[in-house]
């Protein structure tokens, strides 16, 4: 069965910082690209970074650059979304997605979790 289990979300202030984990299982976690989206109410989902099976690729969203990271370990079946200067726009529910870009073409989703920036 397939799995991506999100951790880390959280009540934070302006200016902090958070550490989201996506824990993989049920597929070969190190074939997939991974991505982490956001949906803010009443907005469309967002894509926020994107990383290669290697990790030597990470692409972001303009509106994150210099302030997230997304990391990856493959031995661990895990990713990360480091996020410091936080912002009150960046509060959203952030959702991990696992996507293979050869036939089966899959694509898995998390649960989600939510990030709230707030003082």
């Known amino acids: 069965q397939v799995q991506l289990v999100e951790s880390g979300g959280g009540l934070v202030q302006p200016g902090g910082s958070l550490r989201l984990s996506c824990a993989g299982s049920?597929?070969?976690?190190?074939?997939?690209?991974m991505s982490w989206y956001r949906q803010a109410p009443g907005k469309e989902r967002e894509l926020v970074a994107s990383?290669?099976?290697?990790?030597?690729?990470?692409n972001y969203a303009d509106s994150v650059k210099g302030r997230f990271t997304i990391s990856r370990d493959n031995a661990k079946n895990t990713a990360f979304l480091q996020m410091n200067s936080l912002k009150p726009d960046d509060t959203a529910v952030y959702y991990c997605?696992?996507?293979?870009?050869?036939?089966?073409?899959?694509?898995?989703w998390g649960q989600g979790t939510q990030v709230t920036v707030s003082s």
């Open positions: 990383i290669s099976t290697s990790g030597a690729v990470r």
């Open positions: 049920g597929f070969i976690f190190r074939s997939y690209l």
């Open positions: 997605n696992a996507k293979i870009l050869v036939q089966p073409k899959n694509t898995y």
